[in-house]
């Protein structure tokens, strides 16, 4: 009976373990929605943590899929930049933030018009 009970307890704690490694994860789909000029755009993000890693696209339109650059994920400290191209445009976008569980909260910064634009961004986790 001992040994069941110490087998038991291994198990949960290893499925502790397991999840709270998950959480400190950014690894997944995230997913949140932008407003600009009255229009609400669903937006995707794709990441893979590898060790100390990170890389990852945003899905745009018709399922493109631009690479994230200059990633980093560190204490649950996430950053990266989107650039994209439009008309022949560059626009890069920087993004910053924290991961607690299956949200990330953080700020996003922009240039247009040589004024550099800030706005909040929270992504969830799809699942």
């Known amino acids: 009976m001992k040994r069941l009970v110490a087998v038991a307890l291994v198990l949960v704690f290893a499925g502790l373990a397991t999840a709270a490694q998950a959480a400190d994860d950014?690894?997944?789909?995230?997913?949140?929605?932008?407003?600009f000029?009255?229009?609400?755009r669903e937006m995707t993000l794709k990441l893979k943590l590898?060790?100390?890693k990170l890389t990852g696209a945003m899905v745009g339109r018709n399922n493109q899929e631009t690479a994230?650059?200059?990633?980093?994920?560190?204490?649950g400290g996430i950053s990266f930049k989107v650039t994209r191209e439009r008309n022949g445009q560059?626009?890069?976008t920087k993004y910053s933030g924290?991961?607690?569980g299956d949200t990330i909260k953080g700020k996003t910064e922009s240039e247009r018009d040589g004024q550099?634009?800030?706005?909040d961004w929270e992504a969830?986790?799809?699942k």
């Open 68 to 75: 994230i650059e200059e990633a980093s994920f560190k204490e």
């Open 124 to 126: 969830k986790r799809s």
């Open 116 to 119: 550099v634009r800030s706005r």
């Open 50 to 52: 590898d060790g100390d």
């Open 26 to 35: 950014p690894t997944g789909t995230w997913k949140w929605s932008v407003t």
């Open 98 to 100: 924290k991961l607690s």
């Open 90 to 92: 560059k626009f890069t």
């Open 37 to 40: 000029n009255n229009q609400t």
